[in-house]
């Protein structure tokens, strides 16, 4: 069921905003902006390690705290959210959203803009759309160049997006790249909506394996990817993780206190 929040509650988790809304909740707010069409709003799906990112990096903190909207795509923060009154909160995981949406989408003709990962990717995620979602609406697909972008350059994608006529735009660049595109590029776009999905190209594309359902279900798919991509992840479930209950532990117990956004 697709309903719309009026003010979708949060909670602060080492002074970082996530709102509590579940995976209809989230769809009927980007269909509203849609359909408001007054402004471009960014959307975070990040898991714990982007709250620790957050820790470090101040400038990445107001990246996240000023997102329209934060969704809770982790079992990490969907645990802090039961222990602080939010029991029915689930996961409102990137990829799930953005499958979600698509299927909105290709009912309402909405048109969604693919931007980041690779060429190859992005060929097989519109091959994989098109048969999936035969009616679906693509306004463009781009992959930009793995490094930082030309004034000019930037100019160049900028214009290309707004002229596509695109609905929604889904970034994949990966954390804690997309998000910091999407706080640069808020004043600068056309689209009333752009999400940052991480892996969402590559599990949908067909090229990554995800967890299996069982396993998302019980809130295990960081151990299949641990498995799967040690190398990449393995600070995350490792260090972060630890560190990440640790201070949880510290701020519910009030022995450590976390600057809030204003």
Known sequence: MIERPANPPSIHVLGIRVNMVQMG??????????????????????????????????????VLDSADLFVPDGVSLTWVAHRRGFGS??????????????????EKGYRNFFYGDTVDTLRLLTRRLSEDFPRLKIAGVHSPPFRPLTPEEDARETRMINESGADIVWVGLGLPKQERWMFEHRDKLSVPVIVGVGAAFKFLSGRVHRAPPWMRDHGLEWLWRFSHEPRRVWRRVLVDGPEFAFLVSLEELGLKKFDTPA
């Not at 471009?40 to 898991?47: E, H, L, N, P």
């Not at 995981?93 to 909105?104: H, K, Q, V």
């Open 25 to 62: 909740e989230a769809l009927g707010l980007i269909e509203h902006w849609i359909q408001q069409r007054d402004r471009c709003r960014y959307i975070v799906a990040t898991q714990m390690h982007g709250v620790m990112e957050a820790r470090r990096d101040p400038d990445f903190k107001t």
């Open 89 to 106: 909160q689930k996961r409102v995981c990137g990829s799930d959203l953005m499958l979600e949406f698509l299927e909105l989408a290709q």
